[in-house]
T-cell receptor, first 114, second 115 residues
């Protein structure tokens, strides 16, 4: 079974600084997708960024980027120029290609210090 | 555009009572998912539907839980009888369940407290 591990239960960063959240996953599949979701205090799950496993180029979305290391099965999220609104729980998720089920990590709580 | 709509947002009930959670997916989406979030177990997929048909219910914890999708715009998750350990946030999500990213759009969740 596929598993997703986020080894950092909590992280904190100074406003305007850069922070990296870690995620590793375990799969024997070659076709899959990876996601980072943000869950602010409002509870709403918001997709931040996504990556297709067959693409070597790392995905970027404005201040958010990933470091996708397929061989190492690592998928870290980098947040540049951190803002107070980035404070939230961040979940890494995996989905096998052709499947519907998302497998989530346990989450990392990110605090932004003003 | 309206996102995924869930009701109620909060539910407090007593052990043994029946609880029904409701979800309206995004119009045009043909896959619907029910998740449960707890501190201990994180986010877990309970069941998902494709074109109103249940595809995988292996995450449903026990027979006390049931889910239905009578049409493309409505789904329910029922717990009968409810127990304190069912206290959690329940999310509904929908997607255009075809190939590719199949981005799942989540509703705001229902916080269930069973006393």
């Amino acid at each position: 079974a596929q598993t997703v591990t986020q080894s950092q239960p909590e992280m904190s960063v100074q406003e305007a600084e850069t922070v990296t959240l870690s995620c590793t996953y375990d799969t024997s599949e070659s076709d899959y997708y990876l996601f980072w979701y943000k869950q602010p205090p409002s509870r709403q799950m918001i997709l931040v960024i996504r990556q297709e496993a067959y693409k070597q180029q790392n995905a970027t979305e404005n201040r958010f980027s990933v470091n996708f290391q397929k061989a190492a099965k690592s998928f870290s999220l980098k947040i540049s120029d951190s803002q107070l609104g980035d404070a939230a729980m961040y979940f890494c998720a995996y989905r096998r290609g052709g499947a519907q089920k998302l497998v989530f990590g346990q989450g990392t709580r990110l605090t932004i210090n003003p | 555009d309206a996102g995924v709509i869930q009701s109620p947002r909060h539910e407090v009930t007593e052990m043994g009572q029946e609880v029904t959670l409701r979800c309206k997916p995004i119009s045009g989406h043909n896959s619907l998912f029910w998740y449960r979030q707890t501190m201990m177990r994180g986010l877990e997929l309970l069941i998902y539907f494709n074109n109103n048909v249940p595809i995988d219910d292996s995450g449903m914890p026990e027979d006390r839980f049931s889910a239905k999708m009578p049409n493309a715009s409505f789904s329910t998750l029922k717990i009968q009888p409810s127990e304190p350990r069912d206290s959690a946030v329940y999310f509904c999500a929908s997607s255009l369940g075809l190939a590719g990213f199949n981005e799942q759009f989540f509703g705001p969740g229902t916080r269930l407290t069973v006393l």
